[in-house]
């Protein structure tokens, strides 16, 4: 698989990751099934995908856990991603940005991911009651003490996209970035992009591009819809994300199957076996060489297939004809 140098370390990683939430965290059922959830990460790394992203938070804990296992005998072969400072609680999420909280988490997840280094270690969200410089201060002490390769941020949500007055999407998370390339370069930004969301193209991409910091695409198949795979009306569990998403509504499922149409339509033009899913990644994969799509998997065969999606070369036709896709109806705000 072609490799995607991210950041100012210029560290590699395969054009296309791995996305590991749904194995432990959001998407039904994912708690029953550790033994797929593990070749699917096997078979990740067969295929080039070195790039695992965790999060201590998706569990809690366990994703890491999980992934630890197979660290244990393949580190060598992955790009290790986690995140830090969104804590579980009884009924809530809650962010923790104070410098010693960060110092302790970093520690356990080098325990649970049975690793001595963190390739990307992201913020996961700013804590409002913390200045993001002294959150980022104790990650860059983390690179400092050889626990840490590199450092990313996390700007993922509607809210982090909801237009800002003026000044455009994105416009609070560029604001931080200068704050906090200021104190050490951010190496990475992981946000929601694709074709049904293509927000991050209007600046926080650029912003990202112009300064060599590499852009992680995060759900880059749209929780799963952009792979033609789901149904309007289906339903989805209590612990699936999609039951309270409304994207996910049989309403408005319905109303934006015209994207699946579209990939569809261009997917045929690329051969049988060529799947909606792969030309939504391909998709992502053209908007830049700092660009990673991280899609979620648990399942082997999906693995298998979205690293093929590295191979597909969409045309100007493709592309023109994706740019004509309506984006999703359907927002959390
Ligand atoms: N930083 C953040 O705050 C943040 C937020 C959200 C996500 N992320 C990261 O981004 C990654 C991707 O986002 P995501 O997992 O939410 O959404 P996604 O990648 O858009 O979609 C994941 C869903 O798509 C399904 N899927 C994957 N490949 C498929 C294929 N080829 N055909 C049919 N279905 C397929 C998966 O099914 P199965 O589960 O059944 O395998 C899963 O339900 C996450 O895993 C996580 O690492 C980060």
Request: charged letters at 25%.
């Amino acid at each position: 698989m072609e490799r995607k140098a991210i950041g100012a370390a210029a560290l590699e990683v395969g054009a296309v990751g791995l996305g590991c939430m749904p194995m432990s965290w959001a998407y039904t059922g994912s708690r029953q099934r550790g033994e797929e959830s593990l070749r699917t990460v096997h078979a990740a790394l067969d295929t080039g995908c070195t790039l695992l992203d965790t999060a201590d938070m998706y569990g809690p804990f366990t994703n890491e856990l999980l992934l630890g296992r197979v660290l244990k005998e393949r580190r060598a072969d992955a790009f290790v991603s986690t995140k830090v400072g969104l804590l579980v609680g009884e009924q809530h999420i809650v962010a923790n940005g104070r410098p010693g909280y960060v110092k302790r988490a970093c520690d356990a997840s080098l325990r649970r991911l049975q690793t001595d280094v963190i390739d990307l270690y992201q913020l996961h969200r700013a804590d409002p009651e913390v200045p993001v410089e002294e959150t980022w201060g104790a990650m860059a002490d983390l690179v400092g003490a050889g626990k840490v390769r590199s450092l990313g941020l996390c700007a993922v949500g509607a809210r982090a996209a909801r237009r800002d007055g003026r000044a455009g999407l994105h416009a609070g998370t560029i604001r931080q970035l200068e704050r906090i390339q200021q104190v050490f370069p951010v190496s990475s930004v992981m946000a929601e992009l694709s074709v049904w969301s293509p927000e991050a193209l209007e600046a926080l991409l650029p912003w990202c591009t112009a300064r060599g910091v590499g852009f992680l695409a995060a759900m880059p198949l749209g929780n799963g819809f952009l792979s033609g795979t789901l149904t309007p009306g289906q339903g989805f569990e209590p612990d699936d994300v999609r039951a309270r998403h409304p994207r996910f509504t049989a309403e408005m499922m319905a109303a934006n199957q015209p994207v699946v149409v579209g990939l569809r339509r261009v997917a045929a033009r690329h051969g049988d076996d060529v799947t909606p899913a792969q030309v939504a990644l391909a998709w992502v994969l053209s908007r830049g060489r700092n660009v990673v799509p991280v899609p979620g998997a648990k399942h082997e065969r999906w693995a298998r297939e979205n690293a093929a999606a590295a191979e597909l070369r969409l045309t100007d036709a493709d592309l023109a004809e994706l740019a004509e896709l309506p984006t999703a109806r359907g927002s959390w705000d």
